[in-house]
């Protein structure tokens, strides 16, 4: 049997997992790059997943986008340590939510944050008690288009 390539069986392109020693490493208001959007290229999915539940802390949240000081295009204000284990959050970012007036999109996808310029994905991590966290870990999944990888 055909062995499936990785965009057959998952509809992620990047995943990052981060630990509890990660997340204390990152630090409080810390950013770190976690992936890149290609030249040409777009994002229409992300997500986080808590698969190990956070320890030694009740104020963990996490913003995810493209603004170095304040990443929500893609994840926005993401309480963490509250999440149930398992149970994935999609697509809460600026960039990635429908406004009053604009085309909604229910059952499909809209390609967020086109860019020109490769640019990079930030993860920021803000909790005043980091420092105290134990366990803990969380998956980022992400579909990223590069549309440009076609050009000859």
């Not at 499936?4 to 998952?10: D, H, I, K, P, Q």
């Not at 990443?71 to 284990?85: G, H, K, Q, R, Y």
């Not at 999109?105 to 809209?110: D, N, P, S």
Request: no cysteine; aromatic share 4%; net charge negative.
């Amino acid at each position: 049997m055909a062995k499936l390539s990785n965009n057959e069986r998952s509809p992620y392109t990047d995943t990052i997992t981060l630990n509890a020693a990660d997340l204390i490493a990152i630090g409080n208001g810390g950013t770190k790059i976690i992936g890149s959007i290609p030249a040409g290229g777009a994002i229409e999915l992300v997500a986080v997943v808590n698969t190990i539940d956070i320890v030694g802390s009740s104020t963990l949240s996490i913003g995810v986008g493209t603004t170095l000081a304040t990443p929500v295009e893609f994840i926005s204000a993401l309480d963490v340590d509250a999440m149930t284990v398992g149970l994935p959050t999609f697509n809460t970012g600026t960039s990635m939510v429908q406004v009053a007036g604009t085309t909604t999109v229910l059952a499909g996808v809209r390609p967020a944050a086109a860019v020109s310029a490769v640019t990079p994905i930030y993860i920021k991590v803000t909790d005043a008690a980091i420092a105290s966290i134990t366990a803990g870990q969380i998956v980022i999944g992400m579909r990223i288009l590069d549309l440009t990888q076609f050009a000859e």
